[in-house]
C-alpha cells in the first residue's frame, strides 16, 4: 500500500473534509488489493479526524493521475556516493537501517569491502535503493503534468525524474485501471 500527501483542495474535491485549517490529507492505494483507493484527513498530532473509502470511478472523474508501482533506477554507484561523502558513523547507520551491515562492522570495514557490500545487498533486494533515498513508490501527478502528457508519457517520465533526481524504469498510471 502506498500513502501520498494530498492537499486540502484535492482532499475536499474527493470529498473529505477539515474540520480546523490545520492538517493535511493522506491518499491510499493499494495497487495489489484491486487497486482499492482512500483517504484520510488527519490533523497537526497526526490523529485521524476523517476517513472515507473512494471509488475508482471518483478518482477518474476528478482527474486525479496517480503514478504507482515505480520502478527507480538506482545503481550501486550511486548509493556508495551517497555513503561515501557521509560522516563514516551516520553512514554506517544508514547501512544499518536499509542493508542490515552492523554499524560496527561498517565502521571497520575498508571502503572497498563497504562498496561490495552494498553492492551485494543490492543485488539481492533492488528496491533497498529506493528506501535509501526515501523515495515514493507512489506519487500523485501535478493536473498540468499529466495534462501536458496526455498522449505522451514521456512526459509524466520526465517530470518524475526531475522531480526526484532519478531515471524511472517504469510505472504504472491510475488512469490505466
Known sequence: MSC???????????????SKEDGYGMLFF??????SISISVRDEKDNIIFFKPISKEAIKENN???AYDIDWDINASEIT??????????????????????EAQYVNMHTAERHDAIYVALHHSPGMGDDFFDLPSAILI?????IEGADDNDVITDWLSNEYGFCINGYKLSADI
Not at 493499494?30 to 487497486?35: E, F, H, L, R, S
Not at 556516493?81 to 552492523?102: C, H, P, T, Y
Not at 501535478?142 to 499529466?146: A, I
Open 30 to 35: 493499494d495497487p495489489a488489493n484491486d487497486c
Open 64 to 66: 486525479i493521475i496517480i
Open 4 to 18: 501520498i500527501k494530498i492537499d486540502k483542495a484535492i482532499t475536499e474535491k474527493l470529498g473529505g473534509y477539515f
Open 142 to 146: 501535478p493536473e498540468e503534468v499529466w
Open 81 to 102: 556516493e551517497a555513503l561515501d561523502v557521509m560522516r563514516v558513523f551516520d553512514a554506517a547507520k544508514k547501512a544499518s537501517e536499509i542493508f542490515g551491515i552492523s
